[in-house]
């Protein structure tokens, strides 16, 4: 029995890997840091107009007068533990095992689910006393920083809880690694901005 071989001048077949990346995990991560990037200057040009516009009360209420300190402090702890719970997230995704990597998001999407409740709260309470956007430059500049931020993290919930289907469906393959790692640096990132906004908007602003 011998093998059959392609007639003079015929090419050889070409397979293609469904499963392969069309492009290297370098460009798609050095991609996503260029966004990022521009994420920085959108957060620096609002932390810089909130800068500008912070003291403009327009003889309304000030910061002292509106945040709660404890509820926000609380807040804050729930996006911290998020960011710890999305590591321990890795760290399984590391091993190559689906069920604790997925327990792990999960957690860290209540996570970030409780602090956009608690913002969505604090936003409807500032709002039924008076405090809305069109009271002062002040409250203007926070509603756009702080609500800018809840919407990267109701997006980066949303995302998270698309990866968490593909990766039930798929499992841990390279696609769904590099979409996860992407969403840590996406998750972080926002953990590094509300550092900022806790610090410049709520703790200065309560002490003016």
Known sequence: MHEKTPPP??????FYDEEGNTHGDGGTLFGFWLYLMSDCLIFAAL???FGVLGRNYAAGPSGADLFDLRLVAVNTGFLLLSSITYGFAMLEMQKDRIRPTLSWLAVTGLFGAAF?????YEF????REGATP??????????ALVGT???HVTFGIIWLVTLMVQVRQRGLIVANQRRLMCLSMFWHFL??????VFTFVYLMGAMR
């Open 149 to 151: 931020h809840g919407l």
């Open 191 to 196: 953990d590094v901005v509300w550092i900022g």
């Open 47 to 49: 932390f810089a107009t």
């Open 116 to 120: 956009i409740a608690i913002e969505l």
């Open 9 to 14: 001048g015929a090419t050889a077949p070409v």
């Open 124 to 127: 409807s309470h500032l709002i």
């Open 134 to 143: 069109q009271r002062s430059a002040f409250l203007s500049s926070f509603f």
